[in-house]
């Protein structure tokens, strides 16, 4: 089962482990080039260092990560890079983590969504014409942006059944463990 997450920002230095294993496509799709130990490392240190303005939305299949979105924020606008494992692709796990990171940018208040996409990479511009975001080609590539609506009750309560339904699971998982523990 695929669940998300927000990733503690002491966890922060875990996206750099992640995206070092990464095939060269994946990283490619995600940075534009290959995406060099060089560039990794320098991303992940300036936002370890400067955690304020950077989120990361975390799907995983069990314990390992299938797919992220790091979320970028300037005043009130906010940046998404997505990335998901090839061997999970097309199965809507960036439609799931993209609804649930529009909700959280709309609650706390950004009015402007940003996301670069390269122009040979048609699913993340299928995915980004998906969830309204205006495509401006730029020499080739692609700029997308949305404005987002202010917060409802209704985004609010999505949020809200999103992250008790992820306390669950965690419950559910820890106790399952013990039961197995007791009883095996």
Request: aromatic share 12%; charged share 20%.
């Amino acid at each position: 089962m695929i669940t998300t997450e927000f990733l503690p920002v002491q966890n922060y230095p875990q996206f750099k482990d992640w995206l070092e294993i990464q095939d060269d496509e994946t990283r490619q799709l995600y940075f534009g080039v290959a995406g060099s130990q060089h560039l990794i490392t320098t991303l992940v240190d300036r936002i370890v260092n400067e955690p304020k303005g950077h989120y990361f939305l975390i799907a995983r299949d069990g314990e390992d990560w299938v797919g992220t979105i790091h979320i970028a924020t300037h005043d009130d606008s906010i940046e998404f890079g997505v990335i998901v494992l090839s061997e999970y692709r097309g199965q809507g796990i960036a439609n799931v983590m993209m609804d649930e990171a529009l909700i959280w940018a709309r609650n706390r208040g950004y009015k402007k969504l940003y996301m670069h996409c390269l122009g040979w990479n048609k699913p993340i511009q299928h995915l980004c014409q998906k969830h309204g975001l205006r495509t401006t080609n730029m020499l080739g590539d692609t700029e997308a942006e949305l404005a987002l609506p202010p917060a409802t009750w209704w985004t609010v309560n999505q949020e809200y059944l999103a992250k008790t339904k992820a306390l669950y699971r965690a419950w559910w998982k820890n106790t399952g463990m013990l039961y197995r523990e007791i009883y095996s």
